[in-house]
């Protein structure tokens, strides 16, 4: 069992940056793949951006590549999202989830960002 809580979210300004993070618990953290995932109002849940278990590999969303970068300390049972160059589009809760990267079984409950124009 893992259990994810998010934190980092807040206000910013278009062009500004913000950096969430997602501490885990339990023993398995450094087994997963970890991933944030974004839910703006009035839309689906979109992926963002992913890292292997090892930190080794790692893939996003079109929307985001170049301006977030996804890290992890599994020594500290933590995964990161440095997001930079913010646009008010980017405003949503984001949700960090642990699994597999087709089935991610475990998801925090989330942090909001919001960013003005």
């Known amino acids: 069992q893992v259990q994810l809580v998010e934190s980092g979210g807040g206000l910013v300004q278009a062009g500004g940056s913000l950096r969430l993070s997602c501490a885990a618990s339990?023993?398995?953290?450094?087994?997963?793949?970890m991933a944030w995932f974004r839910q703006a109002p009035g839309k689906e849940r979109e992926f963002a951006a992913r890292i292997s278990w090892s930190a080794g590999s790692t893939y996003y969303a079109d929307s985001v590549r170049g301006r977030f970068t996804i890290s992890r300390d599994n020594a500290k049972n933590t995964v990161y999202l440095q997001m930079n160059s913010l646009k008010p589009e980017d405003t949503a809760v984001y949700y960090c989830?642990?699994?597999?990267?087709?089935?991610?079984?475990?998801w925090g409950q989330g942090t909001q960002v919001t960013v003005s124009s």
């Open positions: 989830a642990a699994g597999l990267p087709a089935l991610y079984n475990y």
């Open positions: 339990g023993r398995s953290f450094s087994r997963y793949t």
